[in-house]
Nanobody, 124 residues
């Protein structure tokens, strides 16, 4: 069983920054992908960014490319999302997730384990 727990969300002004963290317990192997998704009220859950657990490969959604950075500390089993130049459109509940297997996918259906989410509100 894998447990994921996000933290670091909050209320920020447009143009501000937040750093989200996701602490993990259980098995996360080098073949797994870790990802951030977000879901705004009334909208479907959408992909934000993903990273291979061991390798440095990353992939970002076009909407946040250049503003967000995904990273991980394997020894601490922690996933991060550095969010800069936040926009009101970034307001959502942010989730971290682990892939089902050796997936490299931006589809939520390919992720098995999810955290409870952390709320990010970007507003003046």
């Amino acid at each position: 069983q894998v447990q994921l727990m996000e933290s670091g969300g909050g209320l920020v002004q447009p143009g501000g920054s937040l750093r989200l963290s996701c602490s993990a317990t259980g098995n996360i192997y080098s073949s797994h992908s870790m990802a951030w998704f977000r879901q705004a009220p009334g909208k479907e859950r959408e992909f934000v960014a993903m990273i291979r657990w061991t390798a440095t490969s990353t992939y970002y959604a076009d909407s946040i490319k250049g503003r967000f950075t995904i990273s991980r500390d394997r020894s601490q089993k922690t996933l991060y999302l550095q969010m800069n130049n936040l926009e009101p459109e970034d307001t959502a509940v942010y989730y971290c997730a682990r892939s089902k297997a050796a997936d490299w996918s931006s589809s939520a259906s390919d992720y098995l384990y999810w955290g409870q989410g952390t709320q990010v509100i970007v507003s003046s």
